[in-house]
C-alpha cells in the first residue's frame, strides 16, 4: 500500500476528498531527526569486523558483500546485535541515497533489552546538510564513519540491537565494523521462542506511521518498521523476526511498480535486499532461516491496478482469477522452502474488500488439502482512539499496535503458545 494506492478498497472518500484538496498536502523536514548529540569525548579501545560472527549476530536478512567489506542490513527491521563493556557504541556504515532527504536510510537502536518503540533511538545518515555524517565514494554509495549509536552509558556489559527504520526500496545501509571505548565482547544475543516471517507492503514497513497527518508528503523520516504490526507481533510472542516488504508492491500487479524488476513481492521471496528502480541480484538462501509461520499481508496495492475496471467486467473478473492464482503459487513457493510453516493468510489492516475474499477462498482451499494455515483479520482500525491516516491513507501507529495484538493472538491460538497481552483487549473494551 503506497500513498493512494487503497483509495477504492479502504478509504475511498477520505482519500477523495484529500485528492480534491492536492493543496493541502506539505512537506516538512526535521534536520536534527536522528541525530546523536552531546557525546563526550572517547577514545577507541576495540572493534570488531562485520564478518565476525563471534561478536557480531544479525537478524533478518544480510548479504554479506566481501568485495566492499560490509553487510547490508536493507530490509524493515534488518539488523544486528553487539555486545560489549564500555560507555559508548560506534560503527562504520555504507548507506545509498543519503543526499536525498526524502529516501535517506535511518536505524533505530535498542539498549539492554528495552524492546519499546517509543525507547529506541533513531539515527540517520546522511551527505548533506548541517548533521552530515558521511560522503559520497562511488556508484552512488557514501561511506558513514565513526557513527555513535549510544553513548553515555554506565561503564559495563551492554547489548544493543539495531533495527533498520526504514524500507528497502527507498535505500539501503550496510555495516562494516563496531567499535567501543571498552571492548567488544562475544555476543550474547537475545534468545527468543518462535521465529516469524513477513511478506508485506508499505503497512508492514510502517509507511507515515510517524507523520502528522494524511497530508504530510512522506519522507524515510516518518516510518518506522519498530512500529508495525509485525513487531508489535513479534514482541509479544518474543519472536525473531525477519520483514520482506516494499511500498506500493503488491501480490500480483500494482501500477506503482508494473516498471520494475522485481515488480511484485513474491519475486522478492529469495532475495537478501533490493532497491527501487534498481536491478541487481543480492540472493538470499531460504534455509538461514526457517519460521514456524509466515505472515502474508498484501492486496491493497492490487487494488490499484483493479480499480480501472468495471465491477464484473471480463476484465475486472480476470484480474481477480489472476490474482486468486498468484496466491495459491505464492503459498506453493512458501511451502516447498518452509514445509512445515504455519501460513497466516493476513489482510491489510485496512479493508480490502474483495481481495479479503479470496484470501478466504485461498485459506479455505489448502485448509481443506492438509496445510497448516489461518485467516487474520482486524478491527484495529475500529477500536483505534486515533482516527488519522497519515501517508494519504495509511493505518496510524495505533492502528499498528492494535492489529499487533490481534495477530500475536491469531498466532498463538493456532500454535498453543501461552503468552500475555497485559489484558490489552480489556483496556480497550472499557
Known amino acids: 500500500m503506497k500513498k493512494l494506492s487503497a483509495v477504492a478498497l479502504a478509504l475511498s472518500l477520505i482519500i477523495l476528498a484529500g485528492c480534491a484538496e492536492e493543496d493541502k498536502y506539505y ?6 531527526f ?24 544479525y537478524h533478518g536478512r544480510y548479504y554479506e558483500d566481501t568485495a566492499a567489506n560490509a553487510v547490508w542490513i536493507s530490509f524493515t527491521d534488518a539488523g544486528f546485535e553487539v555486545t560489549f563493556k564500555g560507555t559508548v557504541l560506534e560503527g562504520d556504515f555504507l ?11 535511518y536505524v533505530a537502536v535498542t539498549v539492554d533489552g528495552d524492546y519499546d518503540p517509543d525507547h529506541a533511538v533513531p539515527v540517520q545518515f546522511s551527505t548533506n546538510g548541517k548533521y552530515a555524517n558521511g560522503t559520497t565514494i562511488a556508484g552512488g554509495i557514501s561511506e558513514h564513519k565513526h557513527v555513535v549509536l549510544c553513548h553515555g552509558l554506565t561503564d559495563g556489559v551492554h547489548t544493543v540491537r539495531v533495527y533498520k527504520r526504514s524500507e528497502c526500496q527507498n535505500s539501503r545501509l550496510a555495516l562494516r565494523s563496531l567499535s567501543t571505548d571498552g571492548e567488544i565482547l562475544p555476543v550474547q ?15 508492514t514497513c510502517g509507511y507515515a506511521v510517524e507523520s ?28 525473531d523476526i525477519s520483514v520482506v516488504s516494499s511500498g506500493g508492491y503488491p501480490l500480483y500487479r500494482s501500477i ?14 529469495s532475495m537478501a535486499e533490493f532497491e527501487y528502480q534498481t536491478s541487481f541480484d543480492h540472493p538470499w538462501d531460504n534455509s538461514k532461516y526457517i519460521p514456524d509461520a509466515v505472515i502474508v499481508a498484501l492486496g491493497a496495492n492490487d487494488g490499484s491496478v483493479l480499480s480501472k475496471y468495471t465491477a464484473g467486467s471480463k476484465e475486472y473478473n480476470e484480474f481477480l482469477d489472476n490474482f486468486r492464482a498468484a496466491y495459491y503459487a505464492f503459498a506453493d513457493k512458501i511451502y516447498a522452502s518452509y514445509p512445515d510453516t504455519l501460513l497466516v493468510i493476513s489482510d491489510e489492516i485496512l479493508n480490502i474488500g474483495v481481495f479479503s475474499t479470496i ?10 488439502s492438509g496445510k497448516k494455515v489461518v485467516r487474520a483479520k482486524y478491527n484495529a482500525e475500529a477500536l483505534s482512539k486515533d482516527r488519522t491516516y497519515p501517508g494519504a491513507g495509511h493505518p496510524n501507529a495505533e492502528m499498528q499496535m492494535i492489529a499487533g495484538y490481534e495477530l500475536a493472538k491469531v498466532i498463538a491460538d493456532y ?6 497481552d497485559g489484558g490489552f483487549f480489556d483496556k480497550y473494551a472499557a
Open 27 to 32: 512537506d516538512k523536514v526535521i534536520e536534527d
Open 34 to 57: 536522528g541525530v546523536i548529540t552531546g557525546v563526550e569525548s572517547y577514545v577507541v579501545n576495540s572493534s570488531t569486523s562485520c564478518f565476525n560472527d563471534l561478536n557480531v549476530r
Open 95 to 105: 548507506a545509498t541515497r543519503a543526499d536525498d532527504v526524502k529516501s535517506k536510510p
Open 189 to 203: 544475543a537475545k534468545e527468543f521462542d518462535l521465529k516469524l516471517e513477513f511478506f508485506g507492503d508499505s503497512v
Open 212 to 239: 502528522d497527518d494524511f497530508f504530510e508528503r512522506f519522507t524515510t523520516r516518518t516510518e518506522n518498521g519498530m512500529k508495525t504490526y509485525a513487531n508489535y507481533a513479534a514482541n509479544l510472542l518474543n519472536a
Open 256 to 269: 506503482y511498480s508494473e516498471n520494475n524488476n522485481p515488480s511484485d513481492v513474491p519475486s522478492l521471496f
Open 359 to 368: 484470501a478466504d477462498e485461498v485459506a479455505d482451499t489448502l485448509s481443506k
Open 415 to 420: 500454535l498453543g503458545i501461552e503468552y500475555s
